[in-house]
Structures are given as structure tokens and as C-alpha cells.
């Protein structure tokens, strides 16, 4: 069954260091999406991104993060400027199809970041 | 605005017995509501959605759930619960807003199924 990978599993980094966070949405899956959990909270939506460009974002996408689809393949977060309550896992996500369609979200198994 | 209440923090049953996790939901306009189940340290998996049409909606490893319109319900049940079936199990609403939509979640309710 085809399946949205991520990588790395787990990244350590200093305060104030750049990260970029990996994923691989399934192949015909045209729509994307970036969510983060901090530890014992809720799931909570950061970006959505469709036709090359953000369709949507949330307060907690500021400046410091930005999303890119480099290739036909990766979609990729990226946090210029780590801090301390960046920590958190992050969870990529595609769907076929738009929400309010048939569409349904596919999760990858996560990144965990770990800012210092 | 859009949120969705999960009541319950935990919940406890006993293999063999049904089993409900409560949701709640508050959206402005049509609701497009979904269940996803999380195992320890893996991703979320869908379970089940409701759109439109029949209110109980039948989803994946035999869960269903009930739409519930006047009371603003979307509750998961399985009537028959099984240990495998403990796991962490969020509710979420679409918004609809911009052009995808995004995923509003609940708080997730902890389902402990014993022996």
C-alpha cells in the first residue's frame, strides 16, 4: 500500500540552527499539508499547499518556517531559525483530493525535532 | 470558529464490550468530520469520514460512527472492542476554508481495551 515517508525520524539541533524536515507524499496525491504535535497536545495544522503554492496557512506559520517542493517527489519544511518550543512532532501529510471532496489524509509516521 | 471537543481523556473497556469515544464539534456551515486512530510512536491513520448521506457511517477494523446533527455528535463506536484496538483516537473537522480545507483536531481520548 503506498505510504507517505519521512525523514529523518528524529533530529537533534541547537537553538537558533536551520532544519529542514523531509517527506515523500504518495505519487498521484496532489495536495500537501505539514501538521506538528507537541508532546501531549493536540495535532495541530501548519500548511497546506497545492499547484506549487501555499493555499493555506496557520498562525504558527510565520517567517521562520517555509515549505518548498524541490522535485516531482519531496515536499520539504523548513524552520530558519530554530527555537525551544519548535520542538515537536512534525507530520506530513497528502490527499488525492481536496477535503471538502473525497478527499482523506494520508499521514507520514513523523518527525521528531528536538530543539536544545 | 471551527473546534471539536473530545470529552474524554481516557477511556477504559473490556475486551468483547462495545465501546463509544465521544466528540463534539462547532463549524459554520456543512461539517465534513473524520476519525484517525494513532499507535504509539506511529503516524495518524484514518479510520472513517462523514460527508454527506447515511448519519452512521462505517469505517476501517469495523469502527463506525454516528453523525448527530442537533447534538452536534460525531461519537466512534465498535461493538466489539478488541486489546488491538488501544490506541490514542482524535476527531477532527474540516474547515473548508481557503481551497483545500485543514484538519482541525480534538484533544485525542486515550482507548484502553483490557483483557
Known amino acids: 500500500e503506498p505510504e507517505v515517508t519521512q525523514t529523518p525520524s528524529h533530529q537533534v539541533t541547537q537553538m537558533g540552527q536551520e532544519v529542514i524536515l523531509r517527506c515523500v507524499p504518495i505519487?498521484?496525491?496532489?495536495?500537501f499539508y505539514w501538521y506538528r504535535q507537541i508532546l501531549g497536545q493536540k495535532v495541530e495544522f501548519l500548511v497546506s499547499?497545492?499547484?506549487?503554492?501555499?493555499?493555506?496557512k496557520s498562525e504558527i506559520f510565520d517567517d521562520q518556517f517555509s515549505v518548498e517542493r524541490p522535485d516531482g517527489s519531496n515536499f520539504t519544511l523548513k524552520i530558519r531559525s530554530t527555537k525551544l518550543e519548535d520542538s515537536a512532532m512534525y507530520f506530513c501529510?497528502?490527499?488525492?483530493?481536496?477535503?471538502?471532496?473525497?478527499?482523506?489524509?494520508?499521514f507520514g509516521e513523523g518527525s521528531r525535532l528536538t530543539v536544545l | 470558529a471551527q473546534s471539536v471537543a473530545q470529552p474524554e481523556d481516557q477511556v477504559n473497556v473490556a475486551e468483547g464490550n462495545p465501546l463509544t469515544v465521544k466528540c463534539t464539534y462547532s463549524?459554520?456551515?456543512?461539517?465534513?468530520l473524520f476519525w484517525y486512530v494513532q499507535y504509539p510512536n506511529r503516524g495518524l491513520q484514518f479510520l472513517l469520514k462523514?460527508?454527506?448521506?447515511?448519519?452512521l457511517v462505517k469505517g476501517s477494523y469495523g469502527f463506525e460512527a454516528e453523525f448527530n446533527k442537533s447534538q452536534t455528535s460525531f461519537h466512534l463506536k465498535k461493538p466489539s472492542a478488541l486489546v488491538s484496538d488501544s490506541a490514542l483516537y482524535f476527531c477532527?473537522?474540516?474547515?473548508?476554508?481557503?481551497?483545500?480545507?485543514?484538519?482541525?483536531f480534538g484533544q485525542g481520548t486515550t482507548l484502553q481495551v483490557k483483557p
Open positions: 501529510a497528502s490527499s488525492e483530493g481536496a477535503l471538502a471532496g473525497t478527499g482523506e489524509l494520508f
Open positions: 505519487s498521484n496525491h496532489l495536495y
Open positions: 499547499f497545492y499547484n506549487n503554492e501555499i493555499s493555506e
Open positions: 463549524v459554520s456551515g456543512n461539517p465534513y
Open positions: 462523514y460527508i454527506t448521506g447515511d448519519n
Open positions: 477532527a473537522v474540516s474547515s473548508l476554508s481557503g481551497n483545500t480545507g485543514k484538519l482541525i
